[in-house]
């Protein structure tokens, strides 16, 4: 058995074990579906999805919900409801909002929490929203986050909220992004601040606290004049952790701002770190063939490939290879067999081995990407902020198969504004669910 699918088995397992009890393509539970990677299954199912390969404004839309305010939470999909979140543009109120699945009617729209006197996104507004953290689902239950502004739990048919957290404080900065995991009877959630950086695992029948660690990095950015630094930004991360499991010993990759951490999910304890000079990371890692591969910030970053095992800082032992810009700034990489996958802020599309980090190809396909790419049925989905999805088949010589655009006006046959895709896709059984600035589609042919 080829050493990539013993990694995605292995993942497969940690996630079965941890509540989602996962059903393959027909929920997507977390930010980046049932496995933590992008993929709609595993590679030992040959069976077809059977995502369509074409749509717009008018083909194989199967229904259009308008959201209201303002979230680029990706969403989460299980038992025919799909759920995601918002909020005002000014951070006041924060809302939940379920869809049933195959009618695409509104079932929930609930304000959740509230803040008097929320602290303005600044330049972050840009590219961040009070409503970026994704939900999380497990069978009977839905776990929404705002970071410091508020975290709940849901029964998701009752519709009832079961508890609720607004204790644990960040200061964001630029809006909190990391998503919520799911792991055994913890919901663990990172909150990566200017003030404050740390984990914390609450109990996810109660939402007690079990463990919380803080970031072990030490910082030496005081003595740097530079206006953006003493606010801090160089202090900040958005990732979402990755679970995995190696050595048959479970752990929980995290990167934040100056490293990235392996931590004991069960109990927080940190077993080893790699050092960088870099922040605001956004990018989800990926796990392989015994490696974690990240990307290490936001401005002048590189992907590094770090081998899983030792203890402490592992920097100088345990770095197989590194690249330097261009990587992503927002969009997570995606896996498929030995190759990995990147979308550029700009334009690109690039493929890298994953064993190297040797490049492969390099094409330009326009846009600005910054939600997450997918793979299903044997193809890349790539999704832009112009509205647009490219479609590739995986694979050492670049192949596009399909473009398609949301935003067409069938009637008059003129373009209007693109909704534009800044929230990462979902997909369930044969359908697609795409969040743009304001509207969830649900995308499926006949």
């Given at each position: 058995m080829r050493?990539d699918?013993?990694?995605?088995?292995?993942l497969?397992?940690?996630?079965?074990?941890?509540?989602?009890?996962?059903?393959g393509?027909?929920?997507w539970p977390?930010?980046?579906?049932?496995?933590?990677t992008?993929?709609?299954?595993t590679?030992?199912?040959s069976?077809?999805?059977?995502?369509?390969?074409h749509?717009?404004?008018?083909?194989?839309?199967?229904?259009?919900?308008?959201?209201?305010?303002?979230?680029?939470?990706?969403p989460?999909?299980?038992?025919?409801q799909?759920?995601?979140t918002t909020?005002?543009?000014d951070?006041h109120?924060?809302?939940?909002?379920?869809?049933?699945?195959?009618?695409?009617?509104?079932?929930?729209?609930?304000k959740?929490?509230?803040?008097e006197?929320?602290?303005?996104?600044?330049n972050?507004?840009?590219?961040?929203?009070y409503a970026?953290?994704?939900?999380?689902?497990?069978p009977?239950?839905?776990y929404?986050?705002?970071?410091?502004?508020g975290?709940?739990?849901?029964?998701?048919?009752?519709?009832?909220?079961?508890?609720k957290?607004d204790?644990?404080?960040?200061?964001?900065?630029?809006?909190a992004?990391?998503?919520?995991?799911?792991?055994?009877?913890?919901?663990?959630?990172t909150?990566?601040g200017?003030?404050?950086?740390?984990?914390?695992?609450l109990?996810?029948?109660?939402g007690?606290?079990?463990w919380?660690?803080?970031?072990s990095?030490?910082?030496?950015?005081?003595h740097?004049?530079?206006?953006?630094?003493?606010?801090g930004d160089?202090?900040?991360?958005?990732s979402t952790?990755?679970?995995?499991?190696?050595?048959?010993?479970?752990?929980?990759?995290s990167?934040?701002?100056?490293?990235?951490?392996?931590?004991d999910?069960m109990?927080?304890?940190?077993?080893?770190?790699?050092e960088?000079h870099?922040?605001s990371?956004?990018?989800r890692?990926?796990?392989?063939?015994?490696?974690?591969?990240?990307?290490?910030?936001f401005?002048?970053?590189?992907?590094?490939a770090v081998?899983?095992g030792?203890?402490?800082?592992?920097?100088?032992?345990?770095?197989?290879?590194k690249?330097?810009?261009?990587?992503p700034?927002?969009s997570?990489p995606?896996?498929?067999?030995?190759?990995?996958?990147?979308?550029?802020?700009?334009s690109?599309?690039?493929?890298?081995?994953?064993?190297?980090g040797?490049?492969?190809w390099?094409?330009r396909?326009?846009?600005?990407?910054?939600?997450?790419p997918?793979?299903a049925?044997?193809?890349?989905?790539?999704?832009?902020q112009?509205?647009?999805?490219?479609?590739?088949?995986?694979g050492r010589?670049?192949?596009l198969?399909?473009?398609?655009?949301?935003?067409?006006?069938?009637?008059?046959g003129?373009?209007?504004?693109l909704?534009g895709?800044?929230?990462?896709p979902?997909?369930?059984?044969?359908a697609?669910?795409?969040r743009t600035?304001?509207?969830?589609?649900?995308?499926e042919?006949d």
């Open positions: 050493l699918r013993v990694s995605t088995c292995i497969v397992l940690v996630i079965l074990t941890s509540g989602w009890q996962a059903s393509s027909d929920s977390d930010f980046r579906g049932p496995w933590g992008g993929h709609a299954s590679p030992e199912n069976l077809p999805v059977g995502l369509p390969l749509w717009s404004e008018t083909e194989n839309v199967e229904w259009k919900t308008e959201i209201p305010h303002l979230g680029i939470s990706t989460v999909v299980l038992d025919g799909v759920w995601l909020a005002t543009e951070g109120e924060f809302f939940v909002i379920c869809i049933d699945a195959e009618t695409g009617k509104t079932l929930l729209n609930e959740v929490f509230s803040s006197n929320p602290e303005s996104l600044g972050g507004a840009k590219a961040n929203s970026t953290p994704s939900a999380v689902i497990e009977g239950r839905v929404i986050h705002f970071g410091s502004f975290t709940a739990c849901l029964d998701s048919s009752s519709f009832k909220v079961i508890w957290r204790d644990l404080p960040c200061r964001h900065y630029r809006g992004s990391s998503s919520p995991v799911l792991f055994e009877n913890r919901l663990i959630l909150f990566d200017a003030d404050l950086q740390y984990h914390v695992a109990d996810k029948q109660t007690k606290t079990i919380k660690t803080n970031r990095v030490k910082w030496n950015d005081e740097i004049d530079r206006p953006m630094v003493r606010e160089w202090r900040k991360a958005h952790p990755l679970i995995f499991s190696a050595e048959g010993k479970r752990r929980m990759f990167v934040g701002a100056k490293a990235a951490y392996a931590y999910p109990n927080g304890q940190e077993i080893w770190k790699v960088f870099n922040w990371v956004a990018p890692p990926i796990f392989h063939n015994g490696r974690v591969i990240f990307v290490t910030g401005s002048r970053s590189e992907m590094w081998r899983v030792g203890t402490g800082d592992v920097t100088a032992s345990h770095v197989d290879w690249i330097k810009a261009p990587v700034r927002y997570s995606i896996q498929v067999n030995d190759l990995i996958y990147i979308a550029y802020e700009e690109f599309v690039s493929c890298i081995e994953a064993a190297t040797e490049k492969v390099k094409e396909i326009g846009g600005k990407f910054r939600a997450s997918i793979y049925d044997g193809r890349l989905y790539f999704f832009s112009e509205g647009i999805t490219t479609i590739l088949k995986p010589t670049f192949q198969l399909a473009t398609n655009k949301l935003g067409e006006d069938a009637q008059s003129k373009s209007q504004r909704p895709f800044t929230a990462s979902a997909v369930a059984g044969k697609l669910f795409l600035r304001d509207s969830l589609y649900r995308i042919s």
